[in-house]
């Protein structure tokens, strides 16, 4: 069992930065696939980015390469989401997910999800 607590979100202007952050309870984080997932009201959950449990690997939705990048700290049993040039149809409830499969950007993969944190970019 994994527990998953997302923090970090919030308003910001278009253009602005935020940094998400997903704290992961339990020994066995570093054996853990990791994504970021966001909803949107009237949408479908989407994926965001995810990254291997070494950190070697990472993919990304297509509308967010270039401006997002995720990472993770092992040792502090934590991954974070740095968003740049945030944009307002960014603005999304996100999610953290851990996966005991292969990276993916599939959401039936995924095992443990966090509650969501609120991010809303104004124009």
């Known amino acids: 069992q994994v527990l998953l607590v997302e923090s970090g979100g919030g308003l910001v202007q278009a253009g602005g930065s935020l940094r998400l952050s997903c704290a992961a309870s339990?020994?066995?984080?570093?054996?853990?696939?990791m994504g970021w997932f966001r909803q949107a009201p009237g949408k479908e959950r989407e994926f965001v980015a995810g990254?291997?449990?070494?950190?070697?690997?990472?993919y990304y939705g297509d509308s967010v390469k270039g401006r997002f990048t995720i990472s993770r700290d092992n040792a502090k049993n934590t991954q974070y989401l740095q968003m740049n040039r945030l944009k307002p149809e960014d603005t999304a409830v996100y999610y953290c997910?851990?996966?005991?499969?292969?990276?993916?950007?599939?959401?039936?993969?995924?095992?443990?999800w966090g509650q969501g944190t609120q991010v809303t970019v104004s124009s």
């Open positions: 997910a851990a996966s005991r499969r292969v990276l993916s950007a599939i959401k039936s993969d995924y095992d443990y």
């Open positions: 339990g020994r066995t984080f570093s054996s853990y696939v």
């Open positions: 990254i291997s449990w070494s950190g070697d690997r990472t």
